[in-house]
Nanobody
């Protein structure tokens, strides 16, 4: 089994930055990768970003492109989401995800989910 533990959420003013981190434990991945989804109140869970373990494949949602950056540290089995120029509409619970085979933008691409971390952006 895989455990995903998110950290770095919190409250920030619009225009500010936050960095989310997610550490995976329980097994190592030779393929696939990790990423992030988010769920705002009253909305469906939506894809944010993903990166393969090789780093050769990266996906970023259009809604955050140019503001968010995803990176990984394979030695620590960790993925980071750097969020800049935050907007109130970025307010959501952010979930870390891990895929065994390949990363993508669909929820079904991911077999493992973290508990989520709250990000609140005030106007």
């Amino acid at each position: 089994q895989v455990q995903l533990v998110e950290s770095g959420g919190g409250l920030v003013q619009a225009g500010g930055s936050l960095r989310l981190s997610c550490a995976a434990s329980g097994r190592t991945f030779s393929s696939g990768g990790m990423g992030w989804f988010r769920q705002a109140p009253g909305k469906e869970r939506a894809f944010v970003a993903a990166i393969s373990w090789s780093g050769s494949t990266t996906y970023i949602a259009n809604s955050v492109k140019g503001r968010f950056t995803i990176s990984r540290d394979n030695a620590k089995n960790t993925v980071h989401l750097q969020m800049n120029s935050l907007k109130p509409e970025d307010t959501a619970v952010y979930y870390c995800v891990a895929a065994e085979l390949r990363v993508g933008a669909r929820r079904d691409d991911y077999q493992f989910w973290g508990q989520g971390t709250q990000v609140t952006v005030s106007s």
